[in-house]
């Protein structure tokens, strides 16, 4: 069968890359292809379609109007052709196979330490492959089949895809050791009233909820966002200001901070809900059922 008889796959994998990465060295090594064997197949691409789909320029590429029409397709496409596969091999074996999760930084590195055993006996075929991301582009990359299934703080925005509450984690308070509210055992979240809490910077779940906290005690929040956890961990106990932990940061290996104490307030503490979201047309549906009832069981 002749090129202009039929529209590869793969040609439209090279098209995406090439979109991606903006350059042809870099396209052909994300999809293990020579430089030379790319160029060729989006060239016979273009005069099969009737139209360019690439600027070439000295350094670097750019997409045409049409190319990025086609890229957008291209990829639903891609990702069509990902589910089929992916249907059939749970046709074979549903907890088996691939299972690609993305998690918020304020979750992963803490929840991975207490779930990862227990998963790994209870679904001993399931190949965990987890990546990090803030909730934003974490559910976007749920939404176009980049992800299986995204474990966040709930609610989100999180329209068109099924979620499941899986549990509550509630918030502790971070403090300089030689704070004056260091000798209490547990807290109300008036004791902040005038505090200088610390957050995280745009972007994370766990600023906005901070938040919410900082406006029914009266804290200040400091204009400094940090970038993890862990840098707000050092500068509480640097003594900069308070700040607000999720459970699972504050037990276990993380509990020991130099120059830090933590409180837990009194109930009802305020917490956050840790969910899971996937596509309602996934065909890794009981895979994400499995993974979701081992870490409800086993996260507190």
Request: glycine share 6%; net charge positive.
């Amino acid at each position: 069968m002749s090129y202009e008889q039929r529209l590869n796959l793969r040609d439209l994998q090279y098209l995406v890359a090439l979109a991606e990465t903006r350059h042809f060295g870099r396209a052909a090594r994300k999809c293990h292809a020579s430089q030379p064997t790319l160029s060729a197949q989006l060239k016979k691409l273009e005069e099969y379609l009737g139209v360019t789909l690439i600027e070439r320029r000295p350094r670097d590429v750019a997409l045409t109007a049409a190319g990025t029409a086609v890229v957008e397709r291209a990829r639903r496409m891609l990702r069509d052709a990902e589910d089929i596969r992916a249907l059939a091999r749970a046709s074979q074996d549903p907890l088996g196979g691939q299972l690609k999760i993305g998690l918020i930084p304020t979750l992963g590195p803490y929840l991975l330490p207490r779930v990862a055993p227990r998963l790994q006996r209870a679904l001993p075929k399931l190949q965990l492959l987890l990546h990090e991301h803030q909730t934003e582009p974490l559910i976007a990359r749920v939404r176009d089949g980049e992800l299986d299934l995204a474990l966040l703080a709930l609610p989100a925005d999180t329209h068109g895809l099924e979620t499941r509450s899986l549990f509550a984690e509630a918030f502790l308070v971070a403090m300089p050791e030689h704070h004056r509210l260091a000798a209490r055992r547990r807290l109300k979240p008036t004791d902040l009233a005038g505090e200088k809490l610390l957050l995280l910077e745009d972007g994370h779940c766990l600023r906005d909820q901070a938040l919410e906290v900082c406006r029914r005690a009266g804290t200040e929040e400091q204009d400094f966002g940090a970038t993890s956890l862990e840098t707000l961990r050092q500068m509480v106990a640097a003594g900069l200001g308070l700040t607000l932990l999720p459970r699972l940061s504050a037990e276990g290996p993380f509990a020991a901070a130099r120059g830090l104490v933590v409180r837990p307030f009194a109930p009802p503490s305020p917490s956050r809900v840790i969910g899971a979201a996937w596509r309602r047309s996934t065909t890794r549906g009981e895979a994400i059922a499995a993974v979701c009832d081992v870490i409800s069981r086993t996260a507190l």
